[in-house]
């Protein structure tokens, strides 16, 4: 027997996933398809898109419309679809890598745009599907594959960078602070405008090997201790001391960019 | 209608279990543990509480809440 969950909204045939014992991409996909089960939305009106990588894979377990595109280039397929078919719920599904290395350009110009899709970024500070390179999201210190004695580089807050480029929804929660993850998504699902939901994942495999950061239970412990809710850190500001900081960062309305593209149709058809 | 407690259980798929341990770690009841295989098993069903947060943490949805009647 399976879950309801399962029998309805995934590929069953496809299933068990690929991913390692662990892998927090699981837990990311699963609130995926449960915040959608609560936005009530038809399955046949969801378009689901990714890139390459272990994240990207989520759409073939997904049983929606699905499109599996090339590295970085998930949403500029999804502006394609949503532009072709803007009654289309389009969400994207990027890897840390996929979204903000090689598609960095693509998510600034889909913020900027304000164009309405919802894009959840599986960040496991690492290329898991490639052997463990640093990613841009790699803490200043960590270790890859490509960074043998630890990594000089800055990390990117993927969040901020979604909401500095004009995001109007951009949201952070991690794979151990579940339910919020879910409640976020749910409302990215609901904004009209560009959303990005930065899910902070584990991959054990790679990350965690690399890193000495032991099981994929002793991740989400990390996990557990380092990040604190916005509304504690605004409250509290002692409490965030040296954590990251989770929550709602973007939530506002502006002009959306399929609509201004109908007006101009509208107002040249004279 | 809002399904109640009393008609769920916690379900186990074993053969999609992978053994990661985190439904186990984060059981509010720690009613929950390992079976001879390295698999999720239950062992205290009359103190689960039927929060669900195993099932949102599954990475593999191998265990979850459901009807009793789908045993
Ligand atoms: C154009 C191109 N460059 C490089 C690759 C190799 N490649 C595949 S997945 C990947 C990165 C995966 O990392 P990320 O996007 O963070 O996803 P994860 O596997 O960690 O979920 C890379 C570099 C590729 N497939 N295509
Ligand atoms: S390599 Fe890492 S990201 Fe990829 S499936 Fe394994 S744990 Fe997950
Ligand atoms: S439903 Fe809650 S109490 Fe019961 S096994 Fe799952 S996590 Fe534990
Ligand atoms: S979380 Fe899922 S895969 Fe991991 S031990 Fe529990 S049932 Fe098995």
Redesign the interface.
């Known amino acids: ?6 029998e309805n909204y ?1 590929r069953v045939d496809k ?3 690929i ?9 990311i996909m ?2 995926i398809a ?1 915040a959608i089960e609560k936005s009530g939305l038809d399955k046949d009106k969801v378009c689901i898109v990714s890139g390459i990588g272990c994240s990207s894979r989520a759409p073939g377990y997904m049983d929606f419309n699905t499109l599996h595109t090339t590295h970085g280039r998930a949403l500029a397929f999804a502006t394609g679809v949503k532009l072709a078919n803007p009654e289309l719920e389009v969400i994207v599904i990027a890897g840390d890598g996929d979204l903000s290395a090689i598609g960095g350009n693509h998510l600034i110009h889909a913020a900027r745009r304000n164009i309405n899709l919802t894009t959840i970024c599986f960040n496991n500070n690492i290329y898991g599907m490639t052997g463990g390179q640093y990613s841009p999201t790699t803490a200043t210190g960590d270790k890859g594959t490509t960074a043998p004695y630890g990594n000089i580089d800055r990390p990117f807050d993927i969040t901020q960078l979604a909401a500095g480029a004009g995001a109007t929804y951009a949201a952070k929660a991690t ?2 602070h ?2 919020q993850l ?1 409640k976020y998504i749910e409302a990215a699902i609901g904004h009209k405008g560009f959303s990005m939901v930065e899910a902070v994942s584990v991959c054990p495999t790679y990350y965690g090997r690399k890193n000495k950061k032991g ?3 002793d991740m ?2 990390w996990l557990k201790d380092s990040f604190v809710d916005m509304k504690i850190a605004e409250k509290m500001p002692e409490k965030a001391v040296g954590k990251f900081v989770m929550g709602e960062y973007v939530n506002k309305v502006e002009p959306e960019y399929t609509e201004l593209y109908d007006q101009v149709i509208e107002r040249l058809k004279g | 209608m809002a399904v109640s407690k009393d008609d769920l259980m916690v ?1 186990i ?1 074993e ?2 279990c ?5 439904c186990i ?2 059981c509010p009841k720690k009613v929950l543990g390992f079976n001879e295989h390295g698999k999720v098993s239950m062992l205290d069903r009359d103190n689960c509480i039927k929060c669900g ?1 195993c ?8 265990i ?1 809440l ?1 009807g009793k009647e ?2």
Do not use: T
């Open positions: 027997m399976n879950n309801p969950l399962v995934f299933l068990p996933h991913w390692c014992p662990g892998c927090g991409h699981g837990i699963s609130a449960r794979v151990y579940v339910n879910q099981s994929a239970v989400m412990n | 379900h798929k053969e999609w992978k053994g990661c341990g985190i770690a984060y947060m099932e949102m943490r599954c990475p593999d949805f191998a979850f459901g789908n045993v």
